[in-house]
DNA sequence: ACGGTTTACTTAAACGCTTAACCTTATGAC
DNA sequence: GTCATAAGGTTAAGCGTTTAAGTAAACCGT
């Protein structure tokens, strides 16, 4: 298919080609009503569509958005298996192509080289999900674009958050639990690390604890790397060696959904005889057996919140991005894991 | 950062920047190897970084992929919550990074409008998922670039297909039942429509039943959308209705799952009481409860294959693409969900 | 009637890269 | 020594846009 030019746009409606690009850039101000009518009519009936690439040529703007999730370490595969990050696609996807922007969608190996794509492409900005070493968060502070971090707490006046408060979140979790007569509860999460949103939630697991006069028990959490494997051995361990454990709070559905094959291989049941709670309210928690209890953080409307700041930033060019972080709201959704004790 | 273009890379090598181009795009014939060392000292040193809007410009090539995937009707958000379409993202994106390409993910409105998007972008190629209307595809005809199709029975010499034989599928999901000694086999699918998959595997759940010199009854087809809400449904009508029935094939591993959950609602068991097979071994399917029992089909690999397989047409600019199709291998994996007779 | 604005366009340079065509100089065949 | 060829470079046009600067006509206040 033969690509039509301005250039023909320009001829066939008898106007300069400065006349079609303002009329089609909405630059109503410079041109008069009867051009623009002969300029729309041309384009339209030649079924003109500009060239992107030449646009970003000439006024640096690409209207792209680089998207990054982490991936796996051997195989370097996104971890677009895990439906948190899929979700927060769907989010970001709908709200960019609303607004005539496309989403460049790839992994970055172990930090490094992201700086190549995004100077290769001229990215309007980005949307960065995971932790990674700090060099490539200086490699994005050297280019200059809007950038939003998911899942994130590093805070810097470059970067804008859209995050929750994890602490609060696994507050709740704990909280439901010991609401229900739960007294031993355990912490089945993967690495804790400084800042990262796993130390959040550990953190309100123990203040949970604490403000209800619970003994926090280091021999307690589980921790381990966040994935169905690991909370399968965790609950496997909980249910053989712990019988004074009678819920475990796990920092990712996943992890739960593990915990829960763990424990009934021990021949012990969910939730008669341990509870069970998760995070993030994947769409597959509710298809667990049973239907998993979990702290509720409604993930496509984080993922369309990210690309609403991102786009509104890359709008006001001249401002920057407020530095306070953007909080989406959580919510404990209860269904058939957590047993009422007494 | 200020971009450091050809132009200064010359300048600092001491050549023109036509020798730059022929260096760094390995023409090396037109180059002698002094000049080669000199422009790759200088390219490095100065950490050029080339911009791939000006070289799509001038060379109408992008590096640039698009990938379509289905959406949901109402909120025009992806399908991407359907581990089916990520994992085979996950294929497709570790091949195309590795070879230099990037990935464009979007959705489409109900079959209009990718066409501005392959043209306004410059796509080098397209990967498609799912069905859509005829005129979707008459769009990306006459645009001339590579596309292959997965998930599709369009035969055409425009569009390469990966795909699997799932009548084949059908019948070995089928087949895995009857060897188990069942013999009232209920089939729990999406809507059957001419040339879809779906309607290959109902075939093959048909054969089956044929060559083991069974009875089909159409009464046991329960025919509605894809979705873990529709098999949970249709679970609830098997297990409270149909005491005959011993064993359903589910299309999907979602609706598998929903069966299950229908099923033991009513108050009977899996497999205890019924039997269920899926299909797609998506990553979850080994995370249920019980692990389910499903026809493999390794779907990463066959989102790596479907991103050679377009790698390789896009090489070689001139041949076309073979047009038989790719079938790529099927396997069933027996898990916790299929219970012998007797 | 005159300078000064405003309005509606056009011209042409610029964005960063590729590449056909051209220009030297060296190499070799006879 | 002459001519063809090859090797190694360079020049400059072109890819499809945008946009600053220029131009020409119309309008306006005095």
Redesign the interface.
């Known amino acids: ?1 033969k ?1 039509i030019t301005i250039r023909e746009v320009s001829e066939k409606a008898g106007v300069s080609t400065a006349a079609v690009s303002y009329v089609l850039n909405g630059r109503h101000s410079k041109v008069s009503a009867d051009t623009i009518e002969k300029v729309q009519r041309a384009a339209q009936e030649l079924n003109y ?6 646009r ?2 000439a006024n640096n703007s ?1 209207k ?1 958005i680089g998207v990054v999730i982490p ?1 796996t370490e051997d ?4 971890l ?2 895990n ?1 948190f990050y ?2 927060l ?3 970001i ?2 709200q960019l ?2 607004s005539g922007y ?6 970055v190996e172990k930090g490094e080289g992201y ?3 995004t ?4 990215l309007d900005g980005a949307i960065i999900m995971g932790v990674y070493q700090e060099s490539f968060y200086d490699d994005l502070k ?3 674009m809007p950038i939003v971090l998911i899942d994130s707490y590093i805070y810097d006046r470059h970067f804008h958050v859209v995050g929750i408060d994890d602490e609060l979140g696994g507050y709740m979790a704990v909280n439901h639990l010991i609401e229900n007569g739960h007294t031993n509860i355990a912490l089945v999460t993967g690495t804790i690390r400084k800042d990262g949103v796993v130390e959040k939630r550990f953190l309100g697991y123990k203040r949970a604890l604490k403000e209800a006069g619970l003994f926090y028990n280091p021999d307690h959490v589980f921790e381990h790397s966040v994935t ?1 494997e690991y909370g399968y051995e965790a609950g496997k361990l909980i249910a053989a060696e712990h019988p004074e454990i009678t819920a475990v709070f796990a920092t990712s559905d ?1 992890m739960a ?2 915990v ?2 763990g424990v ?1 291989e021990e021949g012990k049941d969910v939730p008669e005889h341990i509870s069970v709670i998760g995070f993030d309210d994947i ?2 928690a509710r ?3 049973p ?1 998993l209890t979990t702290v509720d953080q409604d993930i ?1 409307s984080r993922g369309m919140k990210a690309a609403d700041c991102l786009l509104s930033a890359i709008q006001n060019k001249g401002k920057e991005l407020p530095s306070e972080p953007t909080i989406m709201p959580l919510a404990l959704v209860a269904r058939d894991t957590v047993r009422k004790l007494q």
């Open positions: 298919m690509r569509i500009p060239d992107f690439s030449a970003s040529l690409s792209l991936q195989r370097k595969q996104l677009l298996q439906p899929s979700e696609i769907c989010g996807e709908s192509r609303q496309h989403m460049i969608l790839s992994g700086l190549d794509t100077m290769q492409r001229n050297k280019v200059n169905y996943q959904m593990g829960m094959r009934r769409s597959f298809m667990s057996t239907p496509i």
